[in-house]
């Protein structure tokens, strides 16, 4: 992940990573850990496995995306972040630690434990849901302990992979 492109981007843009963690209360390596499980390489319009609308470096869907800016936004900033700049760096961290503080306050959780929210929304997860977040995510299948597959040891199997 460290190479040269990265590292230049990170050069770039590590005010506004820490400038924004700080905002929420965030670590900002909390937020450079998200970025790293969540990175898909170069190509910002997908992440391997995934057959879905996430783009960008925290890899955030369509749908999340526009709530975000038209839900979250406005009722934590008192603003709305503009929808159009999905692609503009500071806008992309700043709607990133957003969403991961929204996870850890839904949630009651520090915000290393939300980031296991961060891709299947903060609400319950379910026997149900469990099964589809974990065919829909092959880095968390990877670490899932061998046997069915419910919402407690997706839970378990997401903590191993976003802590480690």
Not at 58 to 87: E, V
Request: charged residues 20%.
């Amino acid at each position: 992940l460290l190479n040269s492109k990265w590292w230049e981007w990170f050069k770039e843009n590590q005010n506004y990573i820490i400038y924004y963690a700080n905002k929420f209360w965030i670590n900002p390596w909390t937020v450079l850990k998200l970025m790293i499980k969540e990175w898909s390489g170069w190509d910002v319009t997908k992440w391997p496995g995934w057959k879905n609308t996430a783009t960008w470096f925290w890899q955030i869907t369509d749908w999340t995306w526009n709530d975000i800016c038209n839900r979250i936004a406005p009722k934590y900033l008192w603003q709305t972040i503009d929808k159009s700049k999905r692609f503009d760096a500071p806008t992309q961290i700043l709607a990133t630690c957003l969403y991961l503080d929204f996870c850890a306050k839904t949630r009651w959780v520090s915000h290393e434990e939300a980031m296991i929210y961060y891709h299947t929304w903060p609400w319950k997860i379910t026997d149900e849901t469990a099964k589809s977040y974990i065919n829909n995510n092959p880095a968390i299948a990877r670490v899932h302990w061998p046997g069915p597959v419910t919402a407690e040891s997706y839970k378990d199997a997401a903590m191993r992979y976003y802590l480690n």
